[in-house]
């Protein structure tokens, strides 16, 4: 006899699917600033694509669940840490939240640290390093173990160096990954390079000088392994899509990044706060044309 319970199903797994997504929807990737994470980005096209809020796009729920097991390993491994004997420190304490930098003169660019790590071995007892972790698949951590950080990944390479080069004070990182499946763990100490950090800082504030001019694109086609794997922009870049319409991507949208950034439309001659940025309104206009025809 034939039981229906056994039968396959995909309603938990929808359920389920339905309401990670709904807690994410698309808006929640407007990041309101220029993060370090990204600025050592290959492709300029895509940063200045990102900080306009240019593509509406919902993250699955299967990448959804990737990062949320990015955050759940680096919490794992910050006990695991601690329990070994390591200070960390993951909070402000005048704030109250997660430690964060920014590029001096331009809060704009900046980010917000895994922590900082004291007890070394290999360094001073007394001093703190930065604690940058990532969670990868077995391909990716397998090609970091070959070549090393800055070989495998230059944009995490970048992110360490622009922590510590505005941290004031962090002059090591101890960068740490996980492989997700093995759970084999690789280690690697490297110094403070800030020429690295103050060549990714000139090229963000470049952008932001050039707010209203789309720059170069890494590639003419979609095609290309960037675009096709790590970019949520392919439509609007490469297929010449409408912009979302929101105040970044509004030609009446003129903001200044001096000190902290400051979002003001021309046309209505208020200032907006993120929330506002999101809405729009009515007398929205594209800040270019279509991209596809810019080369």
């Keep these: ?101 920014s590029v001096p003169g331009t809060e704009f660019l900046s980010g917000s640290i895994d922590g900082a790590i004291r007890g070394i071995p290999e360094l001073p007892d007394d001093v703190w390093a930065l604690w940058e972790c990532k969670s990868m698949g077995p391909s990716t951590f397998k090609q970091l ?64 000088e050039r707010w209203d001019m789309p720059p170069p694109k890494v590639a003419k086609t979609e095609a290309f392994f960037l675009c096709k794997n790590f970019c949520s922009h392919k439509a609007v870049c490469h297929r010449g899509d409408p912009y979302a319409v929101n105040c970044r991507t509004c030609k009446s949208m003129k903001p200044s990044f001096d000190g902290e950034p400051k979002f003001e439309c021309q046309k209505h001659g208020v200032e907006l706060n993120h929330e506002g940025q999101v809405e729009g309104c009515d007398s929205w206009e594209p800040i270019t044309g279509p991209l596809n025809v810019l080369q």
């Excluded at 990954?177 to 800030?194: G, H, M, P, R, T």
């Design 145 to 208: 173990k070959k070549h090393g950080l800055e070989a495998a990944n230059w944009k995490y390479w970048t992110q360490c160096h622009l922590y510590m080069h505005t941290s004031n004070g962090l002059k090591h990182c101890v960068f740490m990954a996980v492989n997700c499946d093995s759970q084999e763990l690789y280690v690697e100490i490297f110094e403070l390079e800030s020429k690295i950090a103050t060549r990714a800082i000139d090229t963000g504030k470049r952008l932001l």
């Design 1 to 101: 006899m034939n039981n229906p319970l056994l039968d396959k199903t995909d309603t938990i797994t929808k359920w389920m699917d339905d309401a990670l997504e709904s807690k994410h929807p698309p808006e929640s990737n407007f990041r309101g600033h220029g993060g370090f994470s990204a600025l050592g980005s290959e492709c300029l096209m895509q940063l200045w694509l990102d900080w306009h809020w240019a593509s509406t796009y919902q993250h699955d729920a299967q990448l959804l669940r990737k990062f949320d097991r990015g955050h759940t390993d680096e919490e794992r491994l910050k006990t695991y840490l601690r329990g070994a004997g390591f200070e960390i420190a993951d909070i402000d304490p005048k704030t109250g939240t997660q430690i964060r930098f």
